[in-house]
């Protein structure tokens, strides 16, 4: 096991202005609002804490930050917790900061996207989606990869592909993004959701059947952190009571489960390269179809329910409206930012696994004391390394962890709210038996920066901070 290094004086990077150091650099408001031109990076900080608090984290922060209107019916914790956010998103980091996303981007993005541009094409379906679904296709094995503007989107599409009709049940874990449950809920149906297992924090496949009625078309395996759910018992379960599987692989591009890629079990699976993700494309996703008979109806929701492919293939003479569908294809300039990405996406995952080790190799002997869990990866999967979690004794340790390492410049975070605690999940959804692993884990998780710009370096500050904010 490697040593752990402190690094005591990273303010003395400040003397080489703003280089590589930048992110240890102190970053006050005061500097933020003052400076006629503040320099990118600071914009940068600020653009992502609003990217968190607007898109990725968890429902109740929009609450937060609207306004404190239902602080006063929550209970104690809870109410730190909401200040901490609020006060995390709504400032630029103070002191030395090691942001919890940093978008890294190969050289070819801007070229790309001026190639596009000199190609008169920007509007969707132009040769860099070509070129994108091409390649998705060969590393899936795929009948076919449609390029969507979000994995929301790529979701919607698969709802609407699975044919859910108003009450038709799905089931899914209540621990994932809201995006899993509207897919449903916007077709009528109902998400039934089911609790997780302890070790991945991926849905319980030991508790699926329970939770199958005549209602119900389909199951939508989460890849939380980019480790697979337990596909083989999934699909067998599928076939038994001929249901769909659709993988929400957002977290999951270049996972891997028994050798082959995570997004290639299920009937379909949708991918987000959200800026978040590991490969991005500012918004973005895909959806994957693994059944060539998918594919027409596929096309046609994907250019707002109008045959037009078939029509640029020459297939039929006129295009007109044939189905339901909707606007989901993603422009060219998307498209190919994302193929600068998709070139490097074996590089990019080596950097981040390579990060990702080095916390896990770090923080077993705290694991050894009994003072955290660390991710558990089952020997059938190859996660990417898409989230670097802890899961900490309980929710006052979990806020002062966070807290404290927010003092020292490391932006982690948490998530997610469980959906059938939510008001839209308690509205829409039903669950299946207690959901107490999900409501203990959400309560106890620890998520670390990790990014393929962060540098070991980097990582070691974050596992430095963690281990002073652990202490006993
Ligand atoms: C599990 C899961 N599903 C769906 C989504 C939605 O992805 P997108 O932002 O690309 O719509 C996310 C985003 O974080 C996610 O984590």
């Not at 503040?38 to 990725?56: E, I, M």
């Not at 404190?68 to 103070?94: C, F, Q, W």
């Not at 299920?266 to 060539?292: C, Q, R, Y």
């Not at 694991?367 to 900490?392: D, G, W």
Request: charged share 20%; hydrophobic share 40%.
């Amino acid at each position: 096991m490697h040593q752990v290094r402190f690094v005591s004086n990273y303010d003395s990077s400040l003397n080489n202005g703003f280089s590589q150091t930048t992110r240890h650099t102190t970053l006050s408001p005061r500097i933020y609002n003052t400076s006629p031109e503040p320099h990118p990076r600071l914009a940068l900080l600020v653009n992502q804490s609003y990217d968190l608090a607007t898109a990725h984290t968890d429902t109740y922060w929009e609450t937060v930050v609207d306004n404190n209107r239902s602080i006063t019916d929550t209970p104690a914790n809870e109410m730190v917790m909401k200040a901490y956010h609020h006060d995390a998103l709504t400032t630029p980091a103070g002191g030395q900061c090691i942001p919890f996303n940093q978008v890294y981007t190969t050289t070819q993005e801007l070229n790309y996207i001026a190639q596009a541009i000199a190609q008169g094409q920007i509007a969707g379906d132009g040769a860099f989606t070509e070129q994108c679904q091409t390649w998705l296709e060969q590393a899936f094995k795929s009948s076919k990869a449609l390029l969507t503007h979000s994995c929301t989107a790529a979701l919607e599409m698969a709802i609407i592909l699975a044919d859910i009709q108003p009450g038709d049940e799905v089931i899914m874990p209540s621990y994932t993004f809201v995006s899993t449950a509207n897919a449903v809920v916007l077709r009528g149906g109902i998400p039934v959701f089911v609790d997780i297992r302890p070790d991945t924090l991926n849905l319980d496949e030991t508790l699926i059947e329970a939770a199958i009625t005549p209602r119900t078309k389909a199951i939508i395996p989460v890849h939380y952190a980019g480790v697979s759910a337990d596909m083989t018992a999934i699909n067998a379960l599928a076939q038994q009571y001929g249901l769909l599987v659709i993988e929400d692989a957002a977290q999951g591009f270049q996972a891997q489960y028994k050798g082959q890629p995570v997004g290639s079990w299920g009937d379909m699976a949708a991918f987000s390269f959200h800026a978040t993700k590991n490969i991005v494309s500012g918004e973005g996703g895909a959806l994957l179809l693994n059944h060539p008979e998918l594919i027409q109806r596929a096309e046609i929701i994907w250019e707002k329910g109008t045959n037009r492919k078939q029509f640029f293939r020459g297939e039929v003479d006129k295009y007109t409206w044939v189905d339901v569908g909707s606007s989901y294809l993603p422009s060219e300039l998307v498209a190919a930012f994302l193929w600068a990405q998709l070139e490097q996406a074996a590089e990019i995952t080596r950097r981040r696994r390579k990060l990702w080790q080095r916390y896990h190799q770090t923080f077993a002997a705290l694991e050894l004391q009994r003072q955290v869990c660390r991710p558990s990866i089952p020997a059938e999967c190859e996660p990417n390394a898409h989230i670097y979690y802890l899961l900490v004794d309980g929710p006052q340790t979990r806020m002062r962890v966070l807290a404290d390492l927010k003092q020292q410049g490391v932006q982690a975070t948490f998530h997610y709210v469980p959906l059938h605690t939510a008001p839209a999940g308690r509205k829409y959804g039903r669950t299946h038996g207690t959901l107490r692993v999900t409501e203990d884990i959400c309560d106890r998780i620890v998520r670390l920066p990790l990014s393929a710009a962060l540098t070991t370096a980097d990582v070691d500050y974050v596992i430095g901070q963690v281990l002073q904010a652990l202490r006993p």
